[in-house]
């Protein structure tokens, strides 16, 4: 039987292609697929009515878990950005492209079968049509972006209705809200001391977060073709995590470290942008990153309040700071010694003034 | 006459040298140089009177306004931020080293000779002896460090004592302040619509951003030599300027440019932060960094609330996003002509799961 | 009148485009302009008799003097190379599409128009058809490329017929040539003292160079759409002019204007291999380029021998060597102010070791 | 008692050191240690015997195999080159070092103790004081290097007199000599369809290279504290064994892959270079380049004639060419498919152009 397999939103879009891919297509057996890596629980049932009613054979996939410790935590490791957007909607898609194609080989166990399509052709079930919403949303565990009509225009102030994950910075409380999140190996583990699994720390940052104003990211995007576009984004948790990351590893990594994976993080980010998520570079990028991150645990304070989260403070057992090791500048020099480096440092400059003849 | 020119703070360290260059380097003639590069004027006015005080020579140079213009503005070109600190002392030393130079030379004119040499002499005026400060400041139009004590330790949270150029956020105003920069090639012209030269212009940004307790940074910081040390600033202008200045950045500038300018700017970062500015490097660096400011003209609309900086729109003639240049975009393709491009994209990334039989 | 401008080689392609624009596209008046950029001039006397019996308005334009100057030797100046290969194609298009584009608007003064069209259709001249090549080549001054058949197989070695601008390294002379180029900012102007122009330049080092079996280049080369493939060139004064640069660079700018450089050079090669010519990011590239070959003055001694090039002098007014600067390091220090020197040197490293417990 | 370990070479300098220790620091026992890198094996007995003459507890510890297989041939997966030079000296002392601690722990095993060290007490053996040299020679199985003297000079042609290891490439056969080096995971392990371990491969590579007149190194080169020096080195192993790595690289890895290993590679080479052998960035970096060295599997031919090494075939079952990926280009796209591309390439550039009002 000829057999298609769609990834299916429950949108209209979507809808339109099943009845499309049996009439112009010829397909005799339609499977639609939808993969839950977060969206709005109301979003999935509702794909799962509409694929009940125009009569598919549909999976529900649950990938949260994998895709917060796959996905979401891979990018935290790498502090994953693109010119100040967290990615959210750019690793969501190659995990549903690949839970898909595991659906289309029937070989994956955590899936949904939804049972009653005979009902639906039976009962002729009317599909709600959503009204026209102004906006287009995507939604998943790592952030929210809102985009569509004057929201594209670089100097309209973004209406305070887009936001759904975030209150108002004036509308958060008056007291601040500190948090620490603590870090094994680069992976978020605990929050104030709580351990969680990964989809639920997720969930624990993003209410703290999000309760505080945290999270809004509002920014002019290069898009992979060459276009500019004004993005509007609610990343709390993503906000959040990956500060305290960057925080920590400013405690344990090296000068040197620090300043090379900053160039690292950012081929990482651009591949995952341009949806190159199994590009051997990737990979390679990740060799780095993970060796990096084999150092980055400990703790780190953030306090959140009124739209911003501030680091406050920072504590590792592989911290390259300690009163001893601070020892290792203090006691170890006296000034006299200091005499050879003062001489040594800029020398080729002066060297450069001195056959130029250049002031300086 | 032996002859000795020394950079004077009116502090205890270089109050100190200065009987030294007399009695123990013998020099005849000491002459002391304080320069103005905005730090607080009792600082000035005590430098003078000690230097009164113990007989020297002593002059004050007002270098703010070239301070402003070439030495801040021109960190706001380059973003200059060196990891996530805006180089507020390191950049004011050249200039403090180049005046002092200038002194020596006796061809400066902005100088004021204080006069009254032999009135210190024969009064034995008391030169008051600050009472022992904990902290250790550093101050100049840019920013402000606190430094000592516990103030290194990564945990340790700083007391809100030690900030005098930021109220706390929590202390700021209820109400947002939005303010609006424009910027000339890079150059930070006015606030609000009101021209103001460089010096002032600071000053302006300084007192908004102030009062709504933005521009305190608190990091870890790598030393030139190699020690990591917790540093706290105030740099509320620096703050609010580069951001804004990044923001033109990504309205005006290509994919290409954003990307190549950021590991540019890092190495001016770089070199500035260890001393190197007159190093041929920087010049060549800037000879990039000028080049694309060339386009970086426009107005940023920053909104300043209870600590944190958020821009909010921005504007440029230059701007590569208008409704028209959107259109290259959506009015020249259709859909099938993006079947090359689909194709094209990631070929290696495939080539390459084809050859080592790898999943993808 | 509907007008059409074709850039003509005389070729297959171009001349089957030539009665496709009359009779399916309907143009009445087809320009056909070639531009002289190097290659043979049998090429071009071949292109004119055939657009003669075509039956076109065609213009020969000698961009020769313009395509040295303003292309090869700005390649020069960045060392352009992108994967071993000089660029010598990726760099004639630009200008062919400009001076196309200049005959199009028909205000260009170096034109030679091929007057006796109406002669080519009254007489049918019967159009030479090469015979099958095997081998697709382009050639301008700056190289030569040799295309097709086996020569894309990785493991093939490539026949010594294909080759034409160089003889082979075992049949070149037994005894060396030494050579000297003398730079001024970057620029070669002198061969073995005797100025030339930019073009006569060019050839005279070609001359010497293919004389001595110098300047094959035999590669793997990622194509842009994804695509490696194995490609010869021959290109033997720019393989000398850029080696011959790039020492004198490594004698007159510092270690740090070096490694930098390496990496400006290697976007502008990029930028140039992908056709961006016009990029606003190449022309911020070449700000940074120009200012550091400002100092890029002095001769270079370059021994020809059996298909190698060796640098074996270089001298430079401008050198960071010199017997006085030597003695920067031999005079100014003693053993001991290295003392402090070495306690520096590697410090976050053993800080690393220290924290991780590991050796080293 | 009051113990020493001195890393002893047999010169000069060391042979000092050992009396002042006694005498001027007042260690009771002297051991000495002379690493076996591959330098000449007369230096190592000569270490010998003068050790013996002033009487110390001297140890051999052969090295060569290590170095070879840890050292080395992590240099060619690295494509270890700084500035042109093979690193060859700089890649010998963490492993001198390292065993001369290995000493001091006295838990190493390869170590031959010279037993007789009373015999030089009795017999007061005269050592053989060389006569003066002009150069200052460092050699191990990597390379030789040649310093000192008029050497130092940008423009001094070295004599034929320094090279030892390569003959002058007038001097070598008429004929070429064709290696084929297979590769497995970046290590070289065969040498004409020959296997060899590390030390002996390289020895092998060296007899072939040398003899070509392949391997000589002439730059100028920025030593670690700022000053230029013009170098001279014999280096046929790993000229020849890079060119290979790198052509092999080549056809493996994709185009980003490439590009972005250079940028590692060129850190690597300054850490190595400037003694950093276990900076953690090292470590890092080794993490990607090794994930990339994966797949650099295959065979690399490679002309060896008259001082020139030049690549002529490559090939690996790993290639990212082959007839039928080729195919991903030529049988997957028309050409009408292209005009999408075409449209996008450069598009930013060209609303750059719209916006500004500039040219091209």
């Known amino acids: 039987m000829k057999t298609v397999v769609l990834v299916y939103s429950g949108g209209l879009d979507t809808s339109v292609a099943i009845p499309m891919m049996r009439e112009d297509y010829g397909f005799e057996r339609v499977v639609t697929v939808t993969v839950d890596v977060g969206q709005p629980a109301d979003d999935i049932t509702v794909a799962e009515e509409k694929a009940r009613a125009l009569g598919t054979e549909h999976y529900t996939v649950d990938a949260k878990d994998e895709f917060a410790r796959d996905y979401c935590f891979r990018a935290v490791k790498a502090n994953g950005d693109y010119q100040g957007y967290p990615l959210s909607t750019s690793i969501a898609r190659p995990i549903i492209a690949e839970k898909a194609v595991e659906v289309a080989k ?37 952030g929210r972006s809102i985009e569509g009509g004057r929201l594209e225009e670089p100097d309209y102030a973004p209406p305070e209705e887009i936001f ?57 995007e290069d898009r992979m073709l060459g276009l500019k576009v004004r993005e509007n984004y ?95 500048d203090s006691k170890t020099f006296d000034q006299s010694e200091m005499a050879g480096m003062v001489k040594v440092h800029g020398m080729q400059a002066r060297m450069y003034r001195s056959v130029s003849g250049n002031k300086g």
Chains 1, 2, 3, 4 share one sequence.
């Not at 344990?252 to 900053?262: D, L, M, Q």
């Not at 570079?281 to 780190?300: P, Q, S, Y």
Request: net charge negative.
């Open 234 to 328: 609610e990343c709390p948790a993503a906000v959040v995590l990956i500060k305290a990351h960057k925080a920590l590893e400013a405690l344990v990594s090296t000068r040197k470290e620090i300043a090379f994976k900053n160039t690292v993080d950012q081929s990482w980010a651009d591949l995952a942008y341009e949806g190159l998520w199994y590009d051997p570079l990737k990979e390679d990028l990740e060799a780095f990153i993970d060796r990096v991150n084999t150092r980055v645990t400990g703790d780190v304070a953030v306090r959140l309040y009124k739209g911003s989260a501030t680091v406050i403070g920072r504590r590792s057992p592989l911290a390259l700071y300690s009163e001893d090791l601070a020892s290792f």
């Open 164 to 220: 759904q994950w975030t209150v108002s910075p004036q509308a958060a409380p008056d007291n601040p809200t500190d948090v620490t999140i603590s870090f094994k190996e680069g992976i978020p583990v605990a929050v104030d001391g709580k351990q969680f699994d990964p989809a639920s720390l997720i969930g624990e940052v993003h209410r703290l977060a999000g309760a505080n104003g945290v999270g809004r990211v509002d920014i002019m």
């Open 106 to 142: 029937l070989r994956e166990r955590n899936l949904t079968r939804t049972e009653e399509i005979e009902y639906a052709k039976a009962k002729v079930v009317p599909i709600s049509q959503s009204v026209d919403k102004i906006w287009s949303i995507d939604e998943n565990l790592w």
